[in-house]
């Protein structure tokens, strides 16, 4: 038994609590401070658990022992790593994911609501994006030198790219794309036009090609793949080429005969992406113990790496962020990154649905480019993840997309 009627309005709400309360965090938030973020979430997180415990007592639900068992594991794992000094960011990060793993074990909330929350809360993102942008709105970590650093150059057509409010183009871009799926997938009001074409205007503002190919790919998934078995497959073939050329960087081994290096193919292809993993995962290889890969052991100073051009010479500018989100949450602990990639993976099997797996694949697949996917900054990925694996549960396994 799930929750309904006034309740479900509730949930609703407080889904937009969550999300405003990143929304405010974001424009609070300074270079030199991250407590706006950190508090946000313990607000955030606090309300789901409360919440959730109100409603199980009500209804009586039902415990799922093997999911149970996950959250025991990993909740005992994070208790041991904030006691043993590691980052509060980890064990914050993975009892959001928890709760709203409980939430939407307890409550139902309707497609049309969640489509509607997700389309409302984009609109609103966007629009502050273009006011922050434009200087309309000063925030206390933006300056207009941020903004007009990056361009679009189409022959007769230039114009600058659009940052997300948290100060990067990478925010935006792949919040794009997302709602994009979701309007395709999901929505089957009237105003889906509407977002279809919000979402794409912004895809051309930030016109990144990383989310760009990512989208198409995942587009084409829905005609590719079509059971649970093709969907696992696609995600752990992704991952062994992942992995393999992790593998290839570090080794520096060249499988290539040309005139330029693979290394040089990597670096073009995952725009200079490939310079950083090559530098960290060695660091991290060198400095961890056990309890490091158990526990969490990364820090901003430790991961660090020298930005190069792609002939060799330094930029004099350096990274700790990967701009991965699975090496930085392998980073922040391996053992809590296993477990929680190991249930998604079983979730997307157990409850696979074809256009829900499009959504979800486009997910997994901007999380090789970009860090901030599943992060204590915009839930809505969390929020949507838990969502279409635990909550919505419609057969829709042979049914297309409805003509835009």
């Not at 980890?90 to 509607?116: H, M, P, W």
């Not at 078995?229 to 080429?241: C, G, Q, R, T």
Request: proline share 2%; aromatic share 18%.
């Amino acid at each position: 038994m799930m929750i309904s009627g006034k309740r479900n309005s509730l949930s609703v709400s407080l889904l937009y609590f969550v999300y405003f309360a990143f929304l405010l965090a974001a424009l609070l938030t300074t270079r030199s401070s991250l407590a706006p973020v950190y508090f946000s979430n313990i607000v955030s997180v606090g309300a789901i658990i409360v919440y959730v415990f109100v409603c199980s007592r009500k209804l009586g639900q039902k415990i799922d022992l093997p999911l149970l068992l996950v959250v025991i594991v990993a909740f005992f794992t994070i208790f041991f790593s904030v006691f043993l000094g590691s980052e509060i960011y980890t064990a914050l990060l993975y009892l959001k994911i928890i709760s709203l793993v409980g939430f939407f074990c307890v409550v139902r909330v309707d497609k049309e609501q969640f489509v509607k929350f997700l389309n409302v809360t984009y609109l609103v993102y966007a629009l502050l994006s273009l006011f922050i942008f434009y200087n309309i709105i000063p925030i206390a970590h933006y300056s207009r030198w941020d903004h007009y650093s990056m361009y679009v150059n189409l022959g007769q057509v230039k114009y600058a790219i659009v940052y997300g409010l948290e100060g990067s183009v990478a925010y935006l871009d792949s919040y794009s794309g997302f709602i994009l799926l979701v309007n395709i997938f999901l929505n089957k009001g009237k105003n889906r036009r509407v977002y279809i074409f919000l979402s794409c205007l912004f895809i051309l503002l930030t016109f990144k090609m990383t989310p760009i190919i990512g989208l198409l790919i995942s587009l084409l998934t829905y005609y590719v793949i079509r059971n649970r078995y093709s969907a696992i497959s696609f995600l752990l073939v992704a991952n062994f080429f992942f992995i393999v050329l992790l593998y290839l960087l570090i080794k520096d081994i060249d499988p290539f005969d040309s005139v330029l290096s693979f290394k040089d193919y990597a670096y073009i292809v995952t725009h200079a992406r490939t310079m950083i993993w090559e530098q960290q995962i060695p660091t991290m290889l060198k400095s961890y113990n056990i309890s490091d890969y158990i526990f969490g052991g990364y820090n901003s100073k430790l991961f660090s790496v020298a930005g190069t051009q792609l002939w060799g010479s330094d930029t004099g500018t350096f990274y700790d962020n990967p701009h991965n989100t699975y090496l930085l949450l392998f980073f922040r602990s391996a053992f809590l990154f296993v477990l929680f990639y190991s249930t998604l993976l079983i979730a997307v099997f157990k409850n696979f649905n074809r256009k829900h797996s499009v959504i979800i694949l486009f997910i997994m697949l901007v999380c090789y480019s970009n860090s901030s996917i599943i992060s204590l900054q915009n839930p809505v990925y969390i929020i949507s993840l838990t969502y279409l694996l635990i909550n919505y549960k419609e057969n829709e396994n042979t049914l297309h997309p409805s003509r835009i």
